[in-house]
């Protein structure tokens, strides 16, 4: 018996946590953890960790990891609906991204 799962809309999509994007991207691109560790340069328990949403790459792996998967860092972070938001303003942005007080 399949269940009966709700068709995947624009809200779906934006929904999507950014690991979830990596994730998807990487099967669009027939690239596990291991093969795309590798090509960044560190550890396949980073790339799993952000693929859980545990940590989130850094300014460097982000820009890398947007060139492997063919995509842009923006989307990866905000999604598809991102496109008209301030990152600034947004508080999505944790880590190194965080602007430092002087």
């Not at 669009?28 to 799993?48: D, F, I, K, P």
């Not at 060139?67 to 944790?94: I, Q």
Request: aromatic share 4%; charged share 25%.
């Amino acid at each position: 018996m399949q269940a009966n799962l709700p068709a995947m809309d624009d809200k779906a999509v934006a929904a999507e946590t950014m690991g979830q994007r990596i994730q998807k991207l990487m099967e669009s691109h027939r690239l596990n953890q291991s093969e795309v560790a590798r090509q960044l340069g560190c550890s396949r328990m980073t790339v799993s960790q952000w693929v859980n949403d545990i940590s989130d790459p850094t300014p460097k792996h982000l820009l890398n990891l947007a060139d492997l998967l063919h995509t842009d860092p923006h989307y990866l972070v905000f999604g598809p609906e991102g496109d008209n938001k301030d990152p600034g303003a947004s508080g999505l942005f944790r880590g190194p991204f965080r602007r430092r007080k002087t």
